[in-house]
């Protein structure tokens, strides 16, 4: 069992609907990180957050550090949101390492 | 020019080329990382340099050879590679604060196609 899980794999929803993206973990950490990774490769992070709720523009993460979980949400989805969605923690026992989730490909249509 | 840059963005070798990735970050940064993304798979972290002297290597392979010559610099050289080896290799730079601060968030570079023939 991976040490990070993200669900689901694959999303396609329609422009406009809210999407949730949900991460698990099983280790300690000091913070989790939500990235973007568009076609292409370049990975840009969107959260780094260690408790309660963050908010960008149209985007919400939240984590519950209790229950080892967090969720990326995205309000009024757009086509230009369609990207790999990827969650990653910062485990306790290392300054440097992330631990990947396999990401979760969105894809919004118009 | 600002972020984190690296060349080229895509390359094509053979099995038995040497070439050179080469990553510079504009952000002040005193890590740096290599990793290797490969199809459907989680990024695999390489190399971890921090004020230049590497603290992490994970196990990759000696055809793999990274170089740091200073805090905005990274190289990842290459040589007798394997097709296995063709990935997305991306460079990341982060503001590290040392033994028992708290971790920051990484800042990638757009990353190197690299395909092995």
């Known amino acids: 069992k991976n040490e990070v899980e993200q669900s689901p794999q694959n999303l396609t929803a329609q422009e406009g609907e809210f999407i949730t993206i949900n991460c698990s973990y099983s280790?300690?950490?000091?913070?989790l990180h939500w990235l973007q990774q568009h076609p292409g490769g370049g990975i840009v992070s969107l959260f780094m957050?260690?408790?309660?709720?963050k908010k960008h523009g149209r985007l919400i993460a939240t984590i519950n550090i209790q229950e080892k979980h967090s969720s990326l949400h995205i309000t009024a989805s757009h086509p230009r949101d369609s990207a790999v969605y990827i969650c990653a923690v910062s485990p306790d026992y290392s300054n440097y390492q992330l631990i990947w989730g396999a990401g979760t490909k969105l894809i919004i249509k118009p | 020019e600002t972020g984190v840059t690296q060349t080229p963005r895509h390359l094509v070798m053979g099995m038995t080329n040497k070439k050179s990735l080469k990553c510079e970050q504009h952000?002040?940064?005193?890590?740096m990382y290599w990793y290797k993304q490969s199809a459907k798979k989680p990024l695999e972290l390489m190399f971890v340099y921090s004020l230049e002297e590497r603290v992490e290597n994970n196990s990759v392979p000696s055809r793999f050879s990274p170089e740091c010559p200073n805090s905005s610099h990274l190289f990842l050289h290459l040589h007798t590679l394997q097709p296995e080896d063709s990935a997305l290799y991306l460079c990341?730079?982060?503001?590290?604060?040392?033994?028992?601060?708290?971790?920051?968030?990484?800042?990638f570079g757009p990353g190197t196609r690299l395909t092995v023939l």
């Open positions: 952000l002040g940064h005193n890590a």
């Open positions: 280790v300690g950490i000091s913070a």
């Open positions: 990341a730079s982060s503001p590290y604060q040392g033994s028992g601060g708290p971790y920051n968030e990484q800042f």
């Open positions: 957050l260690s408790s309660g709720k």
